[in-house]
């Protein structure tokens, strides 16, 4: 496990509610998203042409939006949500101990 954050009210001041932050943990890539589930973490390259998903943005259906061709992905279940080719969203295991946020990579 990785330290993302030390503590979660610093994770929800740095990503507030429906925004994303990339981040570079353990040598991978990752978009850190705080949603209406709470966080989320994937790799950060769009599985359709490998954009950055932190530049894009997260709709009111919990969706991430790639800011490239506007492929939108399920933040519960990772897949392409409009029947688009591709490949699913890869996630991290979020993982809170003493109030700290970490990654399992």
């Not at 790639?66 to 490949?87: A, D, M, N, T």
Request: proline residues 3%; glycine residues 6%.
């Amino acid at each position: 496990m990785t330290l993302l954050f030390a503590s979660l009210e610093e994770a929800y001041q740095q990503i507030p509610l429906n925004k994303t932050l990339r981040m570079v943990v353990a040598g991978h890539i990752l978009c850190v998203v705080h949603t209406q589930d709470g966080l989320k973490a994937v790799d950060d390259a769009c599985p359709h042409l490998g954009e950055s998903l932190s530049k894009g943005r997260v709709n009111y259906l919990n969706e991430l939006v790639c800011p490239w061709h506007s492929y939108r992905f399920s933040l519960k279940y990772g897949q392409e949500v409009q029947g688009k080719y591709c490949k699913d969203l890869k996630f991290y295991k979020i993982v809170f101990v003493d109030n700290q946020v970490f990654v399992e990579i």
